[in-house]
């Protein structure tokens, strides 16, 4: 990390954003958070002159914000501003770019945009254009956001979906890659840990890690239509790009270490409860 640069502005101030910011600040960077509204010292999206003179005075600018229907709002408000600035660009995409895989490995040559999530595909691809640092994650967790979380507040279930695989990322293990693609090339990375595996499994281990019996097992057919789309997904997400290129490897390797880790800091919340910097633009 060049110590010239050091003022970091984020678009979308959120939970792994945030987070990065925090840590970022701790190593001495200058952190100008945006949020929707601009609570708790950030600035707000919507205005204009804050937001393009934070962008003009910084050496790096980090967007988390997801697309609103088939708009990237970073790019669409600022997209003008981030063409001849900063000297570092980097975007938190997701690894639903690459849609089903059958349950196969998908690494970043695989294709993306070939199903529901066109406009996050979209977005990933106007960034990586702009030569941003684009860090492809599947689901996260941590402190206050975690299986945990959802067992003690009684709304965690297990599905019927015989051969369902996720990959997933404790939000630590996203600031480290952040912080390490900061001297990186300008190209995608999937941020995942290295066990993939059923989300019934997880909900499991984190029952018990809690001295709760598993909750039941519910049908497919029970679940809201987002929930049943994210089920018609499957696939194993490499990160093995990221661990050559960026010298990065996952703290969490599995999630049974990451929710022992959350377990061992955190008393359970509610999934309800807000993370700090609650209501953000995005993440």
Known sequence: MAMARNRLLILGAGYAAGRIGAALGARGWNVTGVTRDGREGTLAFGDRAAVTAAIAAADAVLSSIPPEGDIDPALKVYGVVLAPA???????????????????????????????????????????????????????????????????????????????????????????????????????????????????????????????????????????????????????????????????????ADYRLGLRAVRAMTSPAPASAAPAMARPVQR
């Open 86 to 252: 900063p000297g570092w660009l980097g975007y938190l995409s997701s690894t639903g770019v690459y849609g089903d895989a059958g349950g196969a490995w998908v690494d970043e040559t695989a294709p993306t945009g070939t199903e529901r999530r066109n406009a996050r595909s979209a977005a990933d691809a106007a960034w990586l254009a702009r030569g941003a640092r684009v860090f492809r994650l599947p689901g996260i967790y941590g402190p206050g956001r975690s299986p945990l979380d959802r067992v003690a507040a009684g709304t965690a279930h297990r599905v019927e979906a015989p051969g369902q695989v996720f990959s997933r990322v404790h939000v630590d293990d996203i600031v480290s890659g952040v912080i390490a693609g900061l001297d990186a090339p300008a190209e995608a990375y999937n941020l995942a840990d290295d066990y993939p595996c059923a989300q019934n499994e997880v909900i499991a281990f984190a029952a018990g890690l809690l001295g709760r019996d598993p909750p039941p097992l519910v049908s497919l057919d029970t679940l809201s239509p987002m929930a049943r789309a994210f089920y018609a997904e499957n696939r194993r997400v490499a990160n093995g790009k990221a661990k050559r290129l960026l010298g990065w490897a996952p703290l969490y």
